[in-house]
């Protein structure tokens, strides 16, 4: 190598502008639970019930009870400090880890239940946590389809598309064979269908992606909705009977207090979510396929120059992408034991896309950021149960407004596959 | 292995890329393929490389016909390319880039890194390369990323490697280490076909030359054939490479950037506290390696990027705060780098891209009308001033060749009275009769009073036009020097010496490179 100069030091002075934007975040949470939550939050001599215990625990975990107004008051001063040593740090043009934001956003959350929690006085953590894991469920499913198709080049806006065809068959099929594992099988076809048809548009006759994939939407919802209102509704003890995937616990497992109801008394969806998030993971960063997926994702034309079929592996990535997000359809139907009912996958397609970018395209950051939205989700619906304060409908507006935040750029720099949605080769 | 090409055509639609061309690479051979910018050369190499099919001809090994469906083929039969754009993936490792399409697995699909690591190590210790297999592609520079290609060929056994423009980003002292890591490979029984168009390489390497012309094969040469020899053959007729020019006449400095500095996202530093300034009458050439801050340096000064300190003076006034609308209409002339999304609108007319900036002003336009048979009588004489070849001024401008659309581009901003010119790498993609014409207009705006900054990569470029060269490595100055400063301090400078070290290292014989010395003996 010739000589080169070191690495360039700054010669001028110049200094990036302070970054306010989390710190005013910080300030604006803090102050709200110092003074809304706390000091005028009403709770004064209340108090607030945390309940961990459910009925099958080897030992139960004892309620915690805290005082509503001072823990508020606490929380909020806390919040407050820290939202003064994140704006001190940003003037010293630096940032904290990782931890500041998840501390503070578990304080807050913390607060925020204590000040709920105040007039019902009970906040059962438990089935808040296995709920949001449940609602987590088709968010996880559709975030690991986006991926998979993502990294090799496909976007996929079909995944919404993709949950209703999975509930829609998995039902069909779980009730006309009266067998809720015959639904199971059936979900992955669904979603693979829908898949064909999006492979089959974008790299045969390249049609826009995000186009083709909102296309696609609209016709499984229309045909969905066809299929329910003429065949569905006219015979529904045959087509749409609820079928329901039992829970199975896992011995041992299942016993832990708290973690066990949460994580190992489940469906089996479940824990084939678990498998498919550990296989998806593993063969993207240490494998020879993920290593491909990768290539054809990033610069396709790298790959074909040693010999890499582009788009047959994009069809086939794709189309294993549909299935997995088809399994994740069928838990609206046989994976929570209701009937198919129409245009159920109701967006959550599109908040799974949301989770995939907030998870910058990892399958470890997808599900926790798929996770947080689910818990946003549960959140809302337990809160508006019990009869808190807040109404039930801002509530339910909470994942949405979590979803906005993270995907307006709170997460960082992220950078998408460098080849999405761009088609490969001779039209 | 011995490789021939025989009767190779290769059309894309009437276009005829590669017209029987024939091609003889004997075993450790270095076979340059000389031709100009659209000549060919890439459309026979990845004819060669599987990656398109021809019409008519094949492809002979040891002399049996194959056929290549696709690359992989190619690299089966043993023949290597480095494509001139890198195909290397930039999040991946130096690792997982070479083990692509070939990865060593632990069964189940699984790859084995660890092997991967060891094929890089030891390819790169057989050669003398230093590079560490866990290296990101992005962060390597250009030099160390073609390495990293070659290492990739040689790692399936190569026997003819392919080097598609190999030296268009490098400096000339990284280039002479490529001509080293060619003779090695040569010595090793390895066939090069080596594509250029800069002729003082093909002399320095070559054993035999092929020169390619609007897609035939126009002759062979030997390499110690003269630069202009080899020149006529390229272009088929007599060409100067050089421009007689006056003797510059400077006047004041009427341009100056002062402690400009732009810095990109994530922090990084684009331009480091640039300073310099132009005098009217002078042409002052930016060298570098591509992306060492010369693009960023025209597009501040034009306001398309915003600095976040310095000034930009012209005729005494600070730039800072205007428009780029009102820059150009304050005199500046801008010649993009990328004629294709920053010059030109290819599907507009040509008459309509020679207003592009200067559709609502007068002449063009009058209130709130365009006055169309201005533009159209305005066109035809910068057509007929500019000596644009073409069939209509209304056809749209994707239908003429590079270099004419290069014109048009000129004639655009150079129609108009200027102030300043900033024209980056004017001559890319543009024919050699064409160069000499773009570099007489700009010596003639040059002469007429306009201080010139030009962006090029291209030292021969740097050299016919500069009355002065100022180098940039990393967004940094890395000096002014005068125009008779030798090729290889220029070299030293590019890869960030300053310019006292430079000229001591080269005069004590230590840094001076071969094409050089062989050039001066």
């Given at each position: 190598m010739t000589t080169a100069a070191a690495t360039?030091?700054?010669?001028?002075d110049l200094r990036a502008p302070i970054d306010w934007k989390l710190p005013v975040v910080y300030a604006v949470l803090g102050v709200l639970t110092l003074f809304g939550f706390g000091l005028f939050g009403g709770a004064a001599g209340r108090h607030t019930v945390f309940s961990f215990s459910t009925g099958r625990d080897f030992f139960s975990v004892p309620d915690l009870t805290v005082s509503s107004w001072p823990t508020a008051v606490g929380a909020g001063i806390v919040l407050v400090m820290m939202a003064a040593a994140a704006a001190w740090l940003a003037t010293r043009r630096e940032k904290p880890g990782v931890w500041f934001p998840v501390v503070y956003g578990l304080l807050f959350l913390f607060a925020f239940l204590t000040w709920a929690g105040a007039d019902t006085g009970r906040i059962p953590v438990t089935p808040l946590l296995a709920g949001a894991l449940a609602l987590s469920v088709p968010l996880i499913f559709g975030a690991m389809c986006g991926l998979v198709g993502e990294r090799s080049g496909i976007i996929n806006i079909a995944i919404e598309g993709q949950l209703l065809a999975g509930a829609f068959l998995a039902a069909v099929v779980a009730s006309a064979l009266r067998n809720p594992y015959a639904g199971l099988v059936a979900a992955p076809i669904a979603g693979a269908l829908v898949a064909v048809l999006l492979t089959f548009f974008a790299i045969r006759y390249w049609v826009d992606q995000i186009i083709i994939g909102v296309v696609l939407n609209v016709l499984v919802v229309g045909l969905t909705n066809f299929l329910f209102s003429t065949v569905l509704t006219a015979n529904p003890e045959t087509w749409n009977a609820r079928q329901s995937l039992p829970t199975v616990p896992i011995p041992l497992l299942a016993d832990i207090p708290v973690i066990g109801p949460v994580f190992f008394n489940q469906t089996i969806l479940v824990y084939l979510m678990y498998a498919a998030v550990a296989v998806i993971h593993v063969l993207l960063f240490h494998s020879r396929w993920g290593l491909r997926t990768r290539a054809i994702g990033e610069h396709p034309k790298a790959a074909d120059t040693v010999g890499i079929r582009v788009n047959r592996s994009r069809v086939v990535n794709t189309l294993i992408a549909g299935g997995i997000a088809g399994l994740g359809g069928a838990f609206f139907t046989i994976g929570s034991g209701l009937a198919f009912g129409k245009e159920?996958?109701?967006?959550q397609g599109y908040i799974a896309l949301a989770a995939m970018i907030l998870g910058k395209w990892s399958p470890m950051g997808a599900v926790a950021a798929a996770l947080l939205f689910g818990f946003a989700r549960n959140l809302g619906n337990t809160l508006s149960t019990m009869g808190t304060p807040v109404p039930s409908d801002l509530l339910l507006m909470l994942p949405y407004i979590v979803t906005i935040f993270a995907v307006a750029g709170f997460v960082g720099r992220v950078r998408p596959p460098a080849a999405a949605g761009k088609p490969y080769g001779a039209q | 292995m011995k490789l021939e090409l025989s009767g190779i055509t290769k059309r894309f639609g009437s276009f005829t890329a590669n017209d029987s061309i024939d091609l003889v690479v004997t075993p450790g051979e270095i076979h340059a393929l000389l031709g100009e910018n659209g000549a060919g050369k890439s459309t026979l190499m990845n004819v060669l490389y599987g990656l398109y099919a021809p019409e008519e001809g094949e492809i002979l090994i040891d002399g049996r016909a194959v056929r290549f469906s696709g690359p992989g083929d190619a690299v089966a039969a043993g023949i290597g390319m480095v494509h001139q754009h890198f195909m290397l993936v930039p999040v991946f490792t130096v690792a997982e880039s070479v083990a692509l399409g070939y990865e060593p697995t632990r069964g189940a699909g699984m790859m084995d890194l660890a092997e991967a690591r060891r094929k890089v190590e030891e390819i790169s210790a057989r050669f003398g390369f230093s590079i560490d297999p866990d290296a990101v592609i992005e962060d390597l520079p250009v030099g160390a990323q073609q390495r990293v290609e070659i290492i990739k060929a040689l790692s399936r056994d190569a026997e003819v490697l392919i080097l598609d423009e190999p030296t268009a980003v490098l400096t000339p002292q990284e280039t002479d280490e490529l001509i080293g890591i060619m003779r090695q490979l040569k010595e090793r029984g390895t066939s090069i076909v080596f594509i250029t168009h800069k002729l003082r390489e093909v002399k320095a390497i070559a054993d035999e030359i092929t020169v390619i012309r609007r897609g035939r094969v126009v002759g062979q040469a030997a390499p110690e054939s003269t630069e202009s020899e080899l020149a006529g053959l390229m272009v088929g007729r007599e060409v100067h490479l050089t421009t007689d020019k006056e003797a510059p006449e400077p006047g004041d400095a009427t341009f100056s950037v002062e402690n400009l500095t732009v810095v990109g996202g994530g922090e990084s530093v684009l331009l480091d506290d640039v300073s310099f300034s132009v005098r009217r009458g002078e042409v002052l050439a930016i060298a570098g390696v591509?992306?060492?801050g010369q693009s960023e340096l025209a597009e501040a000064i034009l306001g398309l990027v915003a600095p976040r300190t310095g000034r930009i003076v012209l005729d005494g006034r600070d730039l800072g705060e205007r428009s780029v609308k009102e820059r150009l209409r304050a005199g500046i002339g801008f010649v993009p780098e990328d004629r294709s999304t920053d010059g030109?609108?290819?599907?507009?007319a040509i008459r309509e891209n020679m207003i592009l900036?200067?559709?609502?002003?007068e002449p063009y336009a009058k209130g709130l009308s365009m006055r169309p048979a201005v533009v159209r009588t305005e066109g035809e004489k910068k057509v007929e001033e500019f000596d644009i070849r073409l069939s209509s001024i209304d056809h749209p401008i994707s239908t003429l060749s590079g270099g004419n659309q290069q014109k048009v581009v000129l004639a655009r901003e150079l129609g108009r009275p200027l102030r300043l010119l900033v024209a980056s790498q004017p001559t890319r993609g543009v024919d050699v009769g064409s160069i000499e014409f773009v570099h007489r207009r700009i010596i003639a705006e040059r002469d007429a009073g306009t201080p010139c900054v030009i962006v090029s990569t291209e030292l021969d470029e740097v050299y016919n036009l500069a009355d002065r060269i100022a180098v940039m490595y990393k967004g940094r100055l890395v000096g002014i020097v005068p125009p008779d400063t030798p090729r290889d301090v220029l070299g030293l400078m590019m890869a960030g010496v300053p310019e006292d070290e430079a000229l001591a290292r080269v005069e004590s014989g230590e840094d001076a490179t071969e094409i050089s010395a062989a050039e001066e003996a």
């Open positions: 360039p030091q700054l010669t001028a159920m996958s109701a967006g | 591509d992306g060492n030109v609108i290819a599907g507009f900036d200067l559709y609502d002003a």
